[in-house]
């Protein structure tokens, strides 16, 4: 019966190492050292040490991910998935190891606690900026079809065009992966022909850049011919040129919370199903009225 339950004998005296695990699928993304940060600086606040892994899918850490944490016995593991599967977190839980996702990427299961942002109402003031500035052709390259801040940004999109009394034009809705040369690929498919958009909502701020250089490629200027807005507000937004409008993740602060969720000394408040923490839009110079709404 222990077996199956994922029972370990704990060795005699081995106390939890001063340590949080921080599990991500990919460490080269940029709002990966937002990410890093948040986590190190609640940590350090209660005498811990961060240990970085690499591992898995954006779904999920890899098999091999687990024996290795369970050898460590850390305070507690903080991940960046969508979810994790039963069996491991029975494995965390047999040798009480807390574990918190921090979600950027959807809607965990309900035993899972979590940390995400409002991932609708971020799609939804994007798209509402560049309405409000007079653009009415409006393309989106979102994130992955499968992921469900994806399609949360997406559907913000969509009810933000619809409150205006926009359509969507299925052509102008795209998916792309989060990366810059996702968003390059989908803007210069869309660039190309005289009944292109006025304006693009990139899903990510790596896509917008990739955005960037496809109007540069094309001959186009940012913001006069194209608007372009962003997500995420990583460090580089604000330095691209011209300086990105995006809206603002605040996946420092999602990290915090996550680890402060961990090393609550009671345990209060990891039984928590989801904390979902604002965005909001940064207005800079990639977004403008289109020329027929400037005055002459």
Known sequence: ????????????????????????????SVWAMELIRGVENVAKEHGAAVVLTESGTRHAPGADWVEGVLRRRPLGVVLVFSTLPDKVKKQLRSRAIPFVIIDPAGDPEPDVPSVGSANWAGGMAATRHLIECGHERIAIITGPEDMMCSLARLDGFRSAMATSGLEVDPRLVRYGDFHVQGGFAHAMELLDGPDRPTAIFAGSDLQAL???????????????????????DVPPAQWSSPALTTVRQPLRQMA?????????PDGRGRSSLRMELATHLVVRQSTAPPAKHRKA
């Open 210 to 232: 990739g955005v960037l250089e496809a109007a540069r490629l094309k001959g186009l200027s940012v913001p006069r011919d194209l608007s372009v807005v962003g997500y995420d």
């Open 256 to 264: 915090e919370e996550a680890v402060r969720m961990l090393l609550r």
């Open 1 to 28: 019966m222990l077996e199956t339950h994922g029972y370990r004998r704990r060795a005699q005296g081995a106390p939890q190492a001063p340590l949080v695990e921080l599990v991500f699928h990919e460490l080269e």
